[in-house]
């Protein structure tokens, strides 16, 4: 099946640096991905719809200056969370849907990046 | 407002016996309807969908049925394996965003 690659898989940084978190399609082009964080015990938030060449759309409550979000090509968007603080650890996915869904409209899930703010 | 619902947080079933997963939704513009299972620590795996057009779909043990009417979706699993402890999201579509419900916890007792 598709492969989506996120990376890091794990980050721990110190308060007020800035962390980028990368979302790789391997072997397809996404027009679209999305961003979700998932806080312990607790759903996937969407944070954005991010979409090829154009700029994201973020949910309600999502900063958009804290997460910056660049879909720079059919195959990569990062994910940079800005001046982090400890309320910002958490557990970030990504995934993406096929230039061509096909009949599913299923979404291809990244492994995750577990951040961690000191 | 939480467009995608799922009103049980945990369930317990038997191995062997039948698994019901619930779901409930609010827009009536989404297309896709879709199941993840998710593990601690990882991306969240897809499992099935069903369009909007349909009212069934079946993949091996895991069926799911839609009821527009009601706005409704149920995943069932048959039968029920230790190895389907995890927890199962239900997700809608619309073609620019991909929303989830809170997740059920599914636990199977062997």
């Known amino acids: 099946g598709a492969v989506v690659s996120q990376h890091p898989s794990r980050v721990i940084c110190k308060s007020g640096t800035s962390v980028k978190i990368e979302c790789r399609s391997l072997?397809?082009?996404?027009?679209?991905m999305f961003w979700y964080r998932q806080f312990p015990k607790q759903s996937l938030m969407l944070m954005a719809t991010?979409?090829?060449?154009?700029?994201?759309?973020?949910e309600q409550g999502v900063e958009k200056d804290k997460f910056l979000i660049n879909h720079a090509s059919l195959t990569l968007s990062t994910l940079t969370v800005t001046s982090a603080h400890p309320e910002d650890s958490s557990f970030y996915i990504c995934?993406?849907?096929?230039?061509?869904?096909?009949?599913?409209?299923?979404?291809?899930f990244g492994e995750g990046s577990r951040l961690t703010v000191l | 407002d939480q467009q995608v619902k799922q009103n049980s947080p945990s369930l317990s079933v038997q191995e062997g016996r039948i698994s019901i997963l619930n779901c409930d939704y609010t827009?009536?513009?989404?297309?896709?309807f879709l199941w993840y299972k998710k593990y601690p620590a990882e991306g969240p795996t897809f499992l099935i969908s069903?369009?909007?057009?349909?009212d069934k779909n079946e993949d091996g043990r895991f069926t799911v049925f839609l009821n527009k009417s009601a706005k409704h979706l149920s995943l069932h699993i048959v039968p029920s394996q230790p190895g389907d402890s995890a927890v199962y999201f239900c997700?809608?579509?619309?073609?620019?965003?991909?929303?989830f419900g809170p997740g059920t916890s599914l636990s199977v007792i062997p």
């Open positions: 995934s993406a849907r096929p230039a061509k869904a096909g009949d599913t409209g299923e979404l291809f």
């Open positions: 072997d397809f082009q996404a027009t679209t």
């Open positions: 991010s979409n090829e060449g154009s700029k994201a759309t973020y």
């Open positions: 827009n009536s513009m989404f297309d896709y």
């Open positions: 069903i369009s909007s057009i349909k």
């Open positions: 997700a809608a579509s619309r073609y620019d965003k991909v929303i």
